[in-house]
C-alpha cells in the first residue's frame, strides 16, 4: 500500500473520531526517542480530509497519520 491508501484507510475506517497525527524522532546522538502529537480531531471526514490535505501541502517533509 502507498502512503495515499493508508490516509484513506484512516478516513473511510467504521470509526466516528478521526485524528490527524504526526510523527517524528526526538533525540541525542546515543537516545532516540519516537513521538506522536495529535494535530487534528474531528468527527467530519470531509474537514479531516481537507486538513490533512492542507498540513500535507504545508509541511511535506512531515510524517502526517
Known amino acids: 500500500m502507498e502512503y495515499k491508501d493508508y490516509i ?3 478516513l473511510n475506517g467504521n470509526a ?10 526526538q533525540g541525542t546522538e546515543n537516545d ?3 513521538v ?5 480531531a474531528t468527527n467530519d ?3 479531516a480530509e481537507q486538513k490533512m490535505n ?4 504545508a509541511n ?3 510524517l502526517l497519520m
Open 36 to 40: 506522536v502529537s495529535v494535530v487534528y
Open 45 to 47: 471526514k470531509d474537514l
Open 8 to 10: 484513506k484507510q484512516g
Open 16 to 25: 466516528p473520531l478521526k485524528l490527524i497525527l504526526c510523527g517524528n524522532i
Open 54 to 57: 492542507e498540513l500535507i501541502a
Open 32 to 34: 532516540k526517542v519516537g
Open 60 to 62: 511535506p517533509n512531515n
